[in-house]
């Protein structure tokens, strides 16, 4: 039995406080607006993003973060990535003793191009910080409310606690493994959202099955480009968190990156997609920290770049998508590793 907090009530914060309190872990979810958190409560519901789930009924919820950190071992950071900093700064003024830090999130920020963990330790006293574990891997908030089979990875450079995180979240319907590298996890978790947005507007124009074969595989060629400049293991690409990420993401229309890319494609405006949308769509932030990154890494990233030039230049996305088809011949193995 630990005592766990799970910061944001969205779709997959829900989820993973539906799995620790159904592995009977003294489970609090805390959540900005009281009103969501009076219906968690009462009626074990969350209809803004889970509408046919009915949470267990020893799942807790509140809107008071002073309330939440008091109550908590571990806490389990599911906020959007732009949101973090301010998380961080509401907890500081109650934070008092050492925790250990989980976090979901999938993004880079924008300017300061810092991964999530790095957010976190720059943002929490480091005297109450026990360890930070990156938990990430191909999983949809709506599938494992139905207890479908789905594995993801508990990521820490301390084996020790990337275990514990392990045995929290281990059931019979979500399986866990664990991982060391960090920067490979992280990397492979945000930019997946990158190509998923950029599988959606292929989709949105109608291009069929061979450019989503082939935007999947060349998105992974530039994310583990990336990646292992940063100094990534090049194996966690081909895993759960990197071609499995990038599998799930692509493919499903759970995915709201996928969703937002097709109306891209279909030829919506990007602030009108948003705005449908109704959720944060990480992929939009992310694809201009991508096209930094590559510039500060001098990595090739054409997907990312074509993407950036469609989010923020406005580019018609069938002319980026024939810019990306007319560039210069490559060897396929040769350019996988430059």
């Not at 999983?139 to 929290?168: F, G, M, R, W, Y």
């Amino acid at each position: 039995m630990e005592r766990v907090c799970v910061l944001g009530a969205g779709s997959w914060g829900s989820a993973l406080a539906m799995v620790l309190a159904e592995n009977g872990h003294d489970t609090l979810i805390w959540t900005h607006r009281a009103e969501q958190a009076d219906e968690i409560n009462e009626s074990h519901t969350n209809r803004a993003y889970l509408p046919e789930t009915v949470l267990p009924a020893n799942l807790r919820a509140t809107s008071d973060i002073a309330t939440a950190v008091a109550h908590s071992e571990t806490i389990v950071v599911a906020v959007p990535t732009k949101a973090i900093r301010e998380v961080c700064e509401k907890m500081m003024a109650t934070l008092d003793k050492r925790v250990l830090f989980v976090h979901v999130s999938k993004g880079i920020e924008p300017d300061s191009l810092k991964r999530i963990s790095e957010i976190l330790a720059e943002s929490l006293p480091a005297e109450f910080v026990e360890e930070i574990v990156v938990l990430s891997g191909p999983s949809h908030a709506e599938e494992v409310v139905q207890h479908h089979p789905t594995t993801i990875t508990a990521t820490c450079a301390n084996l020790a606690a990337a275990e514990k995180v392990q045995d929290l979240f281990m059931s019979q319907y979500f399986r866990v493994y664990t991982n060391e590298d960090v920067i490979g996890v992280e990397i492979g978790g945000a930019l997946k959202n990158v190509i998923a947005l950029a599988a959606g507007i292929t989709d949105g124009l109608n291009y069929g099955d061979n450019a989503k074969a082939a935007l999947i595989t060349r998105g992974l060629a530039e994310i583990t480009r990336l990646g292992v400049k940063m100094g990534g293991n090049p194996f966690t690409f081909s895993g759960l968190t990197g071609m499995g990420d990038l599998i799930v993401t692509c493919t499903s229309v759970h995915s709201r990156n996928w969703r937002a890319g097709n109306m891209l494609g279909k030829g919506m405006k990007q602030q009108e997609v948003l705005e449908q949308m109704g959720m944060v769509v990480e992929g939009v932030r992310t694809t201009k920290a991508a096209y930094q990154l590559a510039e500060k890494y001098n990595v090739a990233m054409p997907i990312s770049t074509a993407l950036y030039g469609v989010l923020f230049n406005d580019v018609e996305p069938k002319e980026a998508v024939d810019a990306l088809m007319m560039r210069m011949k490559k060897r396929e193995i040769d350019e996988m590793m430059q």
